[in-house]
C-alpha cells in the first residue's frame, strides 16, 4: 500500500538556526497535509496543515511547503529554540478520514 | 475550546489481565473518535476509528476491542492482555475531513 515516508530520521540543528524536515508521499491523490509535533511522553501536537490546493503555508515561527509535483512535503523551523526539540511527524489524509503517518523525524536542538 | 481526556495516564498490568482505556472529548459534538498505539520510538499505528456511537471500525486483528457508547466517550478494552500489548495508546479526535486532535496517551506495561 501507499505510505508516508521521511528522508531523514534524525536531525541536528544549532541553536537560533533554521531547521528544514522532509517529507515524501506516494499517493498522489491525497489532499490533506498535517505536521505533528511530538516531545516525549506525550500526544502529538498539531503544528500546521495544508491543503493541496495550496503550496505553502507559513504559521509562528513555521512554513510548510507542498510540492506535488514530486509529492514532497516539508516543514521549515525559523530560529530554533531548546523547546522545538521533538520527534516531528507528517501525515496525509486522503478521503475516508484515516491519517496515514510517516515514521518521524527526531529534532535535536543544539545549545 | 475543545478538549481531550484520557485516563489513566500510566498502567501496569499483568499477562491475561483485563483492560478498559478511557478516552473523552469536551467541547465539540458527533466528532470522529481513534484509537492508536505507538511502540517506543516508532510510529503511529491507527488501532480503531468510530464515526458515530456504536460504530467501530477495526483497522488490524488483534487481541483489543473498542466501544463508543456515548457520543464523546471511546473505550479500548481487552479481556486477556498479552506482552505485546504494551505500549503508548493514543486517543483522538477530528471533524469530518479536518486535522486529528491527539490525547495526552496512556502509556500501558503488560509483565
Known amino acids: 500500500g501507499e505510505s508516508v515516508g521521511l528522508h531523514l530520521p534524525t536531525l541536528s540543528v544549532q541553536e537560533g538556526d533554521n531547521s528544514i524536515i522532509n517529507c515524501a508521499y506516494s499517493n498522489s491523490a491525497s489532499d490533506y497535509f498535517i505536521w505533528y509535533k511530538q516531545e516525549s511522553g506525550k500526544g502529538p501536537q498539531f503544528i500546521i496543515d495544508?491543503?493541496?490546493?495550496?503550496d505553502k503555508r507559513q504559521g509562528q515561527r513555521v512554513t510548510v511547503l507542498l510540492n506535488k509535483t514530486v509529492k514532497h512535503l516539508s516543514l521549515q523551523i525559523a530560529a530554533t529554540q531548546p523547546g522545538d526539540s521533538a520527534v516531528y511527524f507528517c501525515a496525509e489524509l486522503f478521503g475516508n478520514e484515516k491519517l496515514t503517518f510517516g515514521t518521524g523525524t527526531r529534532l535535536t536542538i543544539i545549545p | 475550546s475543545q478538549t481531550i481526556h484520557q485516563w489513566p495516564a500510566t498502567l501496569v498490568q499483568p499477562v491475561g489481565s483485563p483492560l478498559s482505556l478511557e478516552c473523552t472529548v469536551e467541547g465539540t459534538s458527533n466528532p470522529n473518535l481513534y484509537w492508536y498505539r505507538q511502540a517506543a520510538g516508532r510510529g503511529l499505528q491507527l488501532l480503531f476509528y468510530?464515526?458515530?456511537?456504536?460504530?467501530i471500525s477495526s483497522e488490524v486483528p488483534q487481541n483489543l476491542s473498542a466501544s463508543r457508547p456515548q457520543d464523546r466517550q471511546f473505550i479500548l478494552s481487552s479481556k486477556k492482555l498479552l506482552l505485546s500489548d504494551s505500549g503508548f495508546y493514543l486517543c483522538a479526535w477530528s471533524r469530518e475531513g479536518e486535522t486529528q486532535y491527539f490525547g495526552p496517551g496512556t502509556r500501558l506495561l503488560v509483565l
Open positions: 495544508i491543503r493541496s490546493n495550496m
Open positions: 468510530s464515526v458515530g456511537i456504536g460504530q
